[in-house]
């Protein structure tokens, strides 16, 4: 059974950083990508990050680019999110997840079977 813990998540004021991490259990964690998503209040869970199984490749959505950096450790068994220039508009409840194929890069949502239960971060201005 797959399992995702993250972590790190807090308050933090606009421009700072913070950084999260997932770690994960249940299966070979180095065959498969991972990614980022969050959902903001009473907005739709939206994709934010995912990075490929071995490191070589990491997808950003338009609005993260320069500010966030994701990265894996496969002998940990931990994926990271690396959040710098935080903005209030960054408030969100962030999941990580894990997706049904193995290797490959995914950034949508149905691509993904296993999440954690996420962690919040919250922006002050």
């Known amino acids: 059974q797959v399992q995702l813990v993250e972590s790190g998540g807090g308050l933090v004021q606009s421009g700072g950083s913070l950084r999260l991490s997932c770690a994960a259990s249940g299966r070979t964690f180095s065959n498969y990508a991972m990614g980022w998503f969050r959902q903001a209040p009473g907005k739709e869970r939206e994709f934010v990050a995912a990075i490929s199984w071995n490191s070589g490749s990491r997808f950003y959505a338009d609005s993260m680019k320069g500010r966030f950096t994701i990265s894996r450790d496969n002998a940990k068994n931990t994926v990271y999110l690396q959040m710098n220039s935080l903005k209030p508009e960054d408030t969100a409840v962030y999941y990580c997840?894990?997706?049904?194929?193995?290797?490959?890069?995914?950034?949508?949502?149905?691509?993904?079977?296993?999440w954690g239960q996420g962690t919040q971060v919250t922006v002050s201005s």
């Open positions: 997840a894990s997706p049904r194929r193995e290797y490959g890069l995914y950034s949508k949502q149905y691509e993904y079977d296993y």
